[in-house]
């Protein structure tokens, strides 16, 4: 009998996965699984566990939010041996499960953890970490990590904005050279991601038509600054509009991408803090773990 391991976050979101879980390890055990569940500790304890037993198990599924998954990701790379990866999401914002057609139903969702429409799918690397689907820097990002878990389980993702509007009277702005398939640009940003999403923080990716999860290619958003509400305004119609030839913002894809700044920059990945750092490389490693997913990705 094939063996799954249920890594479950028992805090995420609004702590709702608990009410469901019997149900979803009815649905595992209906799909021939012998099941075991293991309940994380804190932080990083998913990344433990899953590495540590990787080999143990023909499928992985866990349960919480954007942060679990990033942290089970960063689990299985670590080991030779990654099973197939399963994830039923009880966060608050959930952008990967969008982009993998993965139902905010934990029920819904335990059926697609289960079932048999796998892709290999691309993970990033962060220096010496992983990330599942977005490495960011500036503005807003801190809304993501700073935000208490319990404001995000009482106001759901207004909690973000509203953490994220304090952003917007301490603008800083970040002098980076940054370097990709041989060129440079060296310039002053406010915001700068690196995304393998058909959505970011709730909202549609630029380009969301053009995304692939398993080309190898990450999309690249870097903002500049602006100097004025109208200025802003004008930001947010390009971003909104998909303009993708606006002057606010330099948008392009790659592989492989280098920032370098004279101060360290905090950056944020897959919504959790990351670090600060003065050098930043970030990879693609094209298809490195197979998930188990929704429709087509």
């Known amino acids: 009998m094939p063996k799954l391991l249920w890594i479950v976050n028992p805090h995420a979101g609004r702590g709702e996965i608990a009410s469901k879980a019997i149900e979803c390890i009815e649905i595992f055990q209906n799909a021939g699984y012998d099941v075991t569940v293991y309940i994380t500790q804190g932080a990083q304890d ?4 899953a590495c ?3 080999g143990e198990f023909d499928r992985i599924v866990c349960a919480g939010g954007d ?4 942290e089970t990701v960063t689990g299985l790379m670590q080991n ?6 399963g994830y039923v999401p009880a966060g608050t914002t959930n952008d990967f499960a969008a982009s993998l057609s993965i139902p905010r139903t934990p029920v819904d969702a335990a059926l697609i953890a289960a079932g048999d429409h796998l892709q290999a799918l691309d993970v990033g690397r962060f220096n010496d970490r992983f990330f599942s689907y977005i490495a960011a820097f500036g503005i807003f990002t801190e809304a993501s990590y700073a935000t208490p878990q319990v404001t995000k389980n009482i106001f759901g993702r207004a909690a973000y904005i509203m953490e994220g509007v304090k952003s917007l009277t301490n603008i800083k702005t970040h002098h980076i050279e940054i370097t990709s398939d041989g060129e440079v640009l060296e310039d002053d940003f406010i915001y700068g991601m690196v995304s393998n999403s058909v959505s970011v923080g709730g909202f549609k990716a630029l380009t969301p ?4 999860l398993d080309d190898g290619l990450y999309e690249v958003l870097l903002v500049y600054p602006f100097e004025s509400p109208m200025e802003l305004q004008w930001l947010v119609n390009d971003l909104l509009t998909h303009n993708v030839d606006s002057t606010r913002f330099t948008y392009f894809r790659t592989s492989h991408i280098e920032f370098l700044s004279e101060n360290e920059v905090p950056w944020t990945l897959d919504g959790e803090f990351g670090g600060a750092t003065t050098c930043a490389k970030i990879e693609n490693n094209s298809r490195a773990i197979t998930f188990a997913t929704g429709e087509p990705v």
């Open 80 to 85: 030779e041996i990654r099973p197939i990866l």
């Open 46 to 49: 998913a990344t433990r566990i």
């Open 52 to 54: 540590e037993r990787a």
């Open 209 to 212: 038509d053009n995304v692939a």
């Open 67 to 70: 942060g679990t998954l990033n």
